[in-house]
């Protein structure tokens, strides 16, 4: 926690919420960078961006139309707003693709995604190639893929190794181990391991 910030509980939520894709904002409370998605606060006249970590950790000040909410209540509205802005902006983003590459057929992506709020392995391969092709394929980062069944997994592995590799950029480091073990990394791709550190005795 940062020295100017104080009293957690005297900032109080706008409810105004950013979604960075290009994971580029800092949080006002803790100093984190590269974030995604921050909170406006308020204290007087002074405007902050908090993180989903000070989201969860402090009992910010909430109300809904002058009606206060405690820290519970507040913790559930953000994550509430959160997942409906996560999902406007994936839903904006197909929309954009579609208006820029009238030929990419990707009404069945969309109904996919309105339907799932996440992509298969084979939907996201699809997206994410048109994604290449108008030179934002980092924007797949922004999108869940689902590889928890047997049967989504079995899609990751029978896709191309290029796809495979595009994939991989929205996949988690749970998910990557996890296909990893697999035998369904893209080649040269780069799995993190759990680090059993030895310290050696003297
Ligand atoms: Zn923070």
Request: glycine share 6%; net charge neutral; hydrophobic share 40%.
């Amino acid at each position: 926690m940062l020295e100017h910030v104080g009293d957690p509980h005297q900032w109080r939520y706008t409810w105004q919420i950013k979604d960075d894709v290009s994971l580029d904002s800092t949080c006002s409370f803790c100093g984190r960078n590269a974030l995604r998605v921050t909170y406006e606060v308020t204290r007087g006249t002074e405007v902050a961006w908090v993180c989903e970590h000070c989201v969860a950790r402090y009992n910010i000040s909430a109300d809904i139309d002058g009606e206060p909410l405690g820290p519970k209540e507040a913790r559930a509205y953000a994550h509430g707003l959160t997942a409906r802005l996560k999902q406007q902006t994936c839903k904006d983003i197909i929309r954009r693709i579609q208006d820029q590459l009238v030929d990419a057929d990707l009404e069945p992506v969309a109904v996919y995604f309105d339907r799932n709020l996440q992509l298969s392995p084979h939907w996201a391969a699809k997206l994410f190639m048109t994604l290449v092709q108008i030179g934002e394929e980092t924007k797949a980062q922004v999108f869940e893929v689902q590889t928890r069944s047997k049967i989504h997994q079995r899609e990751f592995g029978d896709l191309d190794d290029r796809e495979r590799g595009l994939v991989w950029i929205a996949l988690s480091p749970q998910q990557r181990r996890r296909l990893a073990s697999l035998g369904f990394a893209p080649l040269g791709a780069l799995v993190r391991r759990s680090l059993s550190v030895r310290v050696p005795r003297i």
